[in-house]
């Protein structure tokens, strides 16, 4: 498998958009992105202990001046609905969400599934289950959403800056590989 978007590319570009602070939970996708952020001066890097909470505290963030980002998994995301929904989006916050997408090579080989969303689709082993809920949870929450598959689609990461700001609502960028 090709390598992940590089931890520095993406720090580069959330510096170059004035990012104050980057709000999230680590996983073993972000942790090369989570370290990188610990070096860099003049981004404060701040965990929550549930993903919801990243919501919460970037929209105050923002509320107050700042320019956060919020960086979690697609796990944490489904768990963060009530947080997203009824504060960043009702709020209009200009939110870039770099979420992780676990499962994402298992269910992009499986052929994404043309079908319905059931119990059995949800219940098969091979597959993980946030990962075939991702997508279509954003599409009904109306978060814009693409996809950072490695170093290549970095513009799709400014592109999202851009329309967080149009739109003027959180905007997810799925990173679909670890980060290196």
């Known amino acids: 498998m090709p390598p992940g978007p590089s931890a520095n590319l993406i720090v580069g570009e959330l510096r170059r958009q004035r990012t104050t602070h980057v709000v999230g939970l680590p996983d073993n996708a972000s942790k090369a992105l989570f370290e990188r952020l610990h070096e860099e001066p003049g981004l404060r890097v701040l ?3 549930r993903e919801g ?9 923002w509320a107050g001046g700042a320019a956060p980002v919020v960086l979690i998994q ?9 947080a997203l929904r009824g504060t960043a989006m009702r709020m209009r916050i200009p939110l870039v969400c770099l979420v992780t997408y676990r499962g994402y090579a298992r269910w992009a080989a499986s052929g994404r599934g043309a079908g319905e969303i059931d119990g059995v689709l949800l ?10 809920l991702t997508e279509p949870t954003l599409r009904a929450w109306g978060v814009v959403f693409d996809f950072l598959h490695g170093d290549e689609d970095l513009p799709k990461l400014t592109a999202a800056f851009e329309q967080a700001r149009s739109l003027e609502q959180p905007v997810a960028v799925l990173v679909t590989r670890d980060t290196c």
């Open 123 to 132: 219940s098969r082993p091979e597959l993980d289950s946030t990962a075939v």
């Open 74 to 82: 697609n796990t944490g995301l489904l768990e963060s609905g009530d």
């Open 47 to 49: 965990a929550v202990t």
């Open 53 to 61: 909470e990243a919501f919460a505290v970037a929209s105050g963030l």
